[in-house]
């Protein structure tokens, strides 16, 4: 990923469509930005850099991956390692998430406590 410190980052706030929470757009805009910094040369970073500076929206970015790198197929490789998980394991991982989550809520509270903000629109990121 360039890096040019103008360039536009997307916030959370774009994300709120597919998410329908703003906890979750911040944890969606969070694995998008940590993807991007992939290979340049892997298909799901591209895209993730696509969406991540503006270029692209998230839907038309997925629909865009080439078949062998879609989501669809990643899903389905996921979907394998899951069912191949203990359920001491698969527990461990669902309370991992949901911890995550909330610190995501936790941090948009502190943020918008911070900056003496109380309405529903989720914070804008830029770096």
Excluded: Y
């Excluded at 929206?57 to 991956?65: K, Q, S, T, Y």
Aim: glycine residues 6%; without cysteine; proline residues 3%.
């Amino acid at each position: 990923m360039q890096s040019n410190e103008n360039q536009r980052e997307v916030g959370d706030v774009e994300f709120m469509d597919l998410a329908k929470d703003e906890a979750r757009a911040r944890m969606l805009r969070k694995m998008l930005k940590n993807l991007a910094q992939g290979d340049e040369r892997d298909p799901l970073a591209e895209m993730a850099r696509g969406v991540m500076t503006g270029r692209r929206g998230i839907r038309e970015a997925i629909d865009g991956l080439p078949r062998d790198e879609s989501l669809e197929v990643r899903f389905d490789n996921f979907q394998q390692r899951w069912d191949a998980m203990s359920e001491s394991e698969r527990l461990a991982a669902e309370r991992e998430s949901a911890e995550f989550l909330e610190e995501q809520r936790r941090e948009i509270k502190a943020e918008r406590e911070s900056a003496g903000r109380w309405d529903a629109t989720p914070p804008r990121h830029r770096g």
